[in-house]
């Protein structure tokens, strides 16, 4: 097999050591927690924030007698993310008990899936920094139930137990082994997260917890085998993933330049030191002793449930991406950055319905991109907050499209909307910011200003064209800046013969 170093800037494929290059393996374990207001084998609450221990039900405490009884809407949830990972769903599953101890699993045993899971084989396009994308395999989507949370900072001497988060749904989504840097793992789950909340099946808030990801990682050289993998575990943030992949293959390239060999072990990361110790070594499948659930009959689906889910499911980022280049005629990276969150895709498509027609796509990117995130971000408010909202900010945009008001006027006007919340046309009213577009106007000043500097006059005759943006800025001085910049140009080459 040969490999093709694609190195850029933005995302290395190979890493480098003193006896040479080293290729970065990297898959994801994402845990997603299924939007539900119920957990998957009860009906106690799934809301964030509660009072320690105040959403547990009998079954999730793993009371004697008790018996677990499937979500529907959570099983729906996963089939709905299954097939918006173009993945196959598995009419028939299983759910098996993976047993271990641990303090806050009551039961001493997660119920989860193993060899027969709820959704197959998938994909993910994933769009790089460079503009090029890459397909990421999906292996699998399995459901399973949370355990619940350690707190080992609440006295000196004890640990305490909160199972608020037993018992609550997660779907596991695991990749193939497709990623190479720290790059693509965070295009990743940036892409992967915009598709669960396009879909609703998971808010993907990942400092609440509702997704985190694990990430396993190795080295070997182009070309051979894959060579042991560590797993960093319960990665809850983008970067913080990134910064562990980075951290592990350093650790890993160290290890494997000396000459020294790789402990499959499980890690944990700390986003404050930016390292990760560790903290067991790692199990296998056969440790967990599987076996199928007594409690759980095999789910059988429905074709036609799994039809009508389908039929049912919203456009996704890919398709939005394809429909704004072609439909609105911008770039595919703009497309982009604008589909990765639904709610900013669904303010552009709002801010280009005018009264009259669609907006033009390109000036809506560029005010969108520019000015309008660089105030969202200094301000720190939400999109839904935000004091220009999109019908305010088309507004601002026919402004600028009919010559009402020039581009650098437009951004005094869209400082002032920001301030105060009013409209753009009102703004231009009370600051007299209206453009004169009237040709007659510009052209009597600019016959003004070419009699009263004929020395200048014969410098751009004489082929100095540098001169020609002194006569430009000139009228608009003699303007007040009101002058419409394209028709002074026009006019100035008319008067200058050029």
Not at 228 to 245: D, G, L, M, P, W
Not at 269 to 282: E, M
Not at 332 to 348: I, N, Q, R, S
Request: net charge negative; proline share 5%; aromatic share 6%.
């Amino acid at each position: 097999m040969t490999l093709v170093d694609t190195r850029t800037p933005d995302a290395k494929r190979f890493i480098s050591g003193a006896t040479g290059d080293w290729e970065v393996i990297i898959g994801l374990e994402v845990h997603a927690q299924v939007t539900s207001n119920s957990k998957l084998f009860s009906g106690a609450s799934t809301r964030f924030g509660a009072a320690p221990n105040s959403q547990v039900s009998l079954v999730d405490a793993a009371m004697p007698g008790m018996l677990p009884v499937l979500n529907e809407v959570c099983v729906a949830q996963a089939v709905r993310t299954g097939l918006g990972l173009k993945a196959k769903i598995n009419l028939t599953s299983v759910f098996e008990r993976k047993n271990y101890v641990y303090p806050d699993l009551p039961a001493g045993y997660q119920i989860s899936q193993y060899e027969k899971p709820i959704v197959g084989e998938g994909e993910i396009v994933i769009d790089l920094p460079d503009g090029s994308t890459r397909t990421v395999g999906i292996e699998r989507l399995h459901l399973e139930q949370d355990a619940g949370k350690s707190l080992h900072d609440q006295a000196p001497n004890a640990t305490y137990i909160d199972l608020n988060r037993a018992g609550v749904a997660l779907m596991e989504i695991v990749s193939k082994p497709d990623l190479r840097s720290a790059e693509e793992a965070g295009a990743y789950l940036r892409k992967l997260r915009a598709i669960l909340r396009y879909l609703g099946t998971c808010d993907g808030n990942m400092e609440e917890g509702s997704m985190r990801a694990d990430v396993n990682l190795s080295l070997r050289r182009p070309g051979e085998p894959y060579g042991t993998r560590t797993e960093t575990k319960n990665v809850n943030s983008i970067r913080f993933v990134q910064q562990a992949i980075e951290y592990e293959a350093r650790r890993q390239l160290e290890i494997l330049e000396e000459g020294g060999t790789i402990v499959q072990e499980t890690r944990l990361f700390d986003g404050t030191t930016g390292r990760s110790r560790s903290l067991r070594s790692k199990e296998e499948a056969h440790d967990y002793r599987y076996f199928p659930d007594p409690d759980l009959l095999p789910l059988v689906l429905e074709p036609d449930f799994v039809e009508g889910l389908k039929a049912d499911l919203p456009e996704l980022p890919d398709e939005k991406k394809a429909r704004f280049v072609e439909s609105f005629v911008i770039t595919p990276y703009d497309a982009g950055v604008l589909v990765a969150d639904k709610e900013t895709a669904a303010f552009f498509e709002a801010v280009l319905q005018g009264p009259k027609g669609p907006r033009d796509g390109k000036l809506a990117v560029s005010w969108m991109t520019g000015d309008f995130f660089a105030a969202l971000n200094k301000s720190g408010v939400a999109l839904a907050e935000a004091p220009v909202d999109a019908a305010k900010l088309g507004g601002l945009l026919d402004l600028i499209a009919d010559g009402t008001i020039s581009g650098r006027q437009a951004k005094e006007v869209f400082e002032a909307m920001w301030e105060t919340g009013e409209p753009a046309a009102a703004i231009v009213e009370k600051k007299g910011l209206k453009q004169i577009s009237d040709e007659g106007a510009i052209a009597a000043i600019v016959q003004t200003i070419i009699d009263e500097n004929p020395a200048q006059v014969e410098q751009v005759k004489g082929g100095n064209q540098k001169v020609v943006g002194w006569f430009v800025g000139q009228t608009m001085k003699a303007s007040q800046g009101k002058a419409n910049p394209g028709l002074v140009n026009k006019i100035l080459k008319e008067k200058l013969g050029l």
